[in-house]
């Protein structure tokens, strides 16, 4: 919390703790202990969060405040300066030892917890591990990669009548394997109620586009009494994608067609209604991309140049985006062999959120900071920058130093797009590189 202004690194943490008699995974295993202790998530932190190559960051908005009410300690009152809304956090640790006790003994015999990949078969669990339910697929399944394991397998009460249902996004195969995934969603007690395949008829100016189809990802939103199910799909082989939104009983509408892969979605709560934000990548533009779309506007499409080969001539909403706004590529991603850049991940913080963007490759991706109300902020890049630039000079791809890189002493240029298709820009300032 003293050093909330800055990234703190794992050698600094050792040195300042341990004297620097540990290695790095000791400050990783305490900071893992932190996060479960906090509630808090790696990938959408709301406290520490991981900047990669780099180290640790507080993220949460700290004010230091004198509480005037007093703790009774024996006879005597004791007044306590504090800091909110850690403190709240704080004071919960003290409850754990009792709470891990208590819900021990609460927990609902039977309830699904979490699933697992076994050959062509899905098995629930309880939170023990113990085998509830299994649903036999007929087909191999593909085990999915750490990166999805996250929306692959959800457990939500999808009604809202406190019975939970388990979603299932099962791959039939790797990428570029047919898309033959199905989202399958399951009751408590292992009946299938609906399934989803992505299918969608659509036609651009580039011919033989029109699937086959894949997720990408998969949002559960929480609406006022039920939730809703919203899903990026990518084409299998090249570049379109779509959004559906499900109800809980599978039923789909779609809400935006764009010419690029959609890699990750988030909602947003703003002071002027909900978003639901898509990151990606835009191929005309060669950029990656963040489309903002209001939960009460038409389904939009992403705005693309009339006549070019990524418009979409059939089958796509007419309206645009509330927001679409492309990320430059670095200065690395364009000296090296990769076409774009693509933003893979969205990640909720304090006061806003930060898209983040690989820059291909063993490029150190790109951090863009937004404040809640999506105004742009501040970008930074990983913590092997230099290493690559100096690398890139070495091999003759720029033909500058990195002392007198032009991208450190310039502002990064978002191009945003507005609901009526007009085009601007903005001048973001870059968090600088250290020399």
Request: glycine share 8%; hydrophobic share 35%; proline share 7%.
């Amino acid at each position: 919390m003293d050093n909330r202004q800055r990234v703190v690194s794992k050698a600094e943490l050792l040195e300042r703790i341990w004297g620097g008699a540990r290695d790095v995974s000791t400050v990783e295993h305490a900071i893992g202990k932190l996060r479960r202790a906090l509630g808090d998530d790696a990938e959408e932190a709301r406290y520490v969060q991981t900047v990669p190559g780099q180290g640790y960051r507080f993220v949460a908005e700290v004010q230091p405040v004198v509480v005037k009410s007093a703790l009774v300690v024996g006879d005597a009152a004791v007044h306590r300066r504090t800091f909110r809304p850690v403190w709240m956090a704080v004071a919960a640790l003290a409850c754990l030892s009792v709470l891990g006790a208590a819900i021990a003994y609460i927990v609902i015999p039977g309830r699904v917890a979490r699933g697992a990949w076994n050959g062509d078969t899905f098995v629930a669990m309880s939170d023990s591990g113990r085998p509830l339910w299994k649903y036999r697929f007929g087909s191999p399944l593909w085990g999915p990669p750490a990166d999805e394991s996250r929306w692959r397998t959800q457990i939500v009460d999808l009604g809202g009548d406190g019975v939970p249902e388990v979603l299932v996004a099962a791959a039939f195969g790797p990428p570029v394997s047919g898309g033959k995934d199905e989202i399958f969603c399951f009751s408590s007690s292992g009946t299938v109620l609906w399934r989803y395949k992505p299918k969608v008829d659509i036609e651009f100016n580039t011919r033989d586009l029109n699937g086959p189809w894949r997720p990408s990802d998969v949002l559960v939103v929480p609406e006022s009494r039920y939730s809703t199910i919203w899903v990026a799909v990518v084409h299998d082989v090249w570049w379109p994608s779509f959004i559906d939104r499900l109800s809980p009983a599978g039923v789909r509408s779609r809400v935006f067609t764009s010419s690029g892969d959609i890699m990750a979605l988030q909602r947003l709560q703003t002071k002027t209604g909900s978003y639901m934000l898509a990151a990606g990548v835009n191929n005309e533009y060669r950029r990656a991309s963040l489309a903002v779309l209001s939960e009460t506007d038409p389904a939009s499409t992403s705005p693309q140049t009339e006549g070019s080969e990524y418009q979409c001539i059939r089958g796509c909403p007419a309206a645009r985006p509330f927001r679409y706004i492309l990320l430059p590529r670095s200065e690395l991603n364009t000296a090296s062999d990769a076409p774009y850049n693509t933003a893979i991940r969205i990640l909720t913080r304090p006061g806003g959120i930060t898209v983040q963007t690989s820059e291909g490759g063993t490029l150190p991706g790109g951090f863009y900071d937004f404040s809640q109300e999506l105004q742009p902020e501040r970008v930074a890049y990983g913590g092997n920058y230099r290493e690559m630039h100096r690398r890139f000079e070495r091999e003759g791809r720029i033909r500058h130093s990195f002392k007198d890189c032009p991208e450190r002493k310039s502002p990064a240029i978002l191009r945003i797009c507005d609901d009526h298709g007009n085009w601007s820009t903005v001048a973001v300032p870059r968090v600088p590189t250290p020399d």
